[in-house]
């Protein structure tokens, strides 16, 4: 699967497999707040999902088999939407953390856990069950530009664009 964002807020997702278009997303929030980071959420994570698993049907257990489902998309605004791939459809909206732009956001490997750095200088830990701020700390003096997230999962690591 391959996600394109283009500057009027439109999400395209196309099969590469297939080659043909498989979602076309335009929600009313990309057109006020462009995309500006994507992330894809670990495989199994239930981020998105509500309530207890259910069991799905063959041909939803077939669609969702060996693929992401959920993509973290950072906004310019400083919102973070979560889109469901397989749902096609926006599954959560997380606002109130930060004030600007989104540069980066990053889903922690093991246990879910949905990271973001923004312009307003601040690193988020966001519970995406609750759309609520789990923590947030100030990263630096300027603007936060980028995470990741070491290897073994025990540390964050943030980076600005000054030398």
């Given amino acids: 699967t391959l996600f394109r964002s283009s500057a009027d807020g439109r999400i395209c997702v196309w099969d590469t497999h297939g080659g043909g278009l498989r979602h076309e997303y335009v929600p009313s929030a990309h057109l006020s707040a462009t995309c500006t980071c994507l992330s894809w959420a670990p495989g199994g994570s239930r981020g998105a999902q509500e309530g207890p698993q259910r069991k799905k049907r063959k041909s939803e257990?077939?669609?969702?088999?060996?693929?992401?489902?959920?993509?973290?998309?950072?906004?310019?605004?400083?919102?973070?939407?979560?889109?469901?791939?397989?749902?096609?459809?926006?599954?959560?909206?997380?606002?109130g953390g930060h004030e600007s732009k989104v540069n980066g956001v990053r889903w922690h490997q093991d246990n879910g856990c949905l990271y973001s750095c923004s312009d307003d200088k601040h690193i988020i830990e966001w519970d995406t069950q609750t759309c609520k701020v789990k923590c947030k700390w100030k990263g630096d003096n300027s603007s936060v530009s980028c995470l990741c997230i070491s290897p073994d999962g025990k540390m964050l690591l943030s980076a600005d664009r000054k030398s």
């Fill in 61 to 95: 257990a077939t669609q969702a088999d060996g693929q992401y489902d959920l993509l973290a998309i950072g906004t310019a605004v400083g919102s973070i939407l979560l889109y469901s791939v397989v749902k096609g459809d926006l599954q959560r909206k997380l606002v």
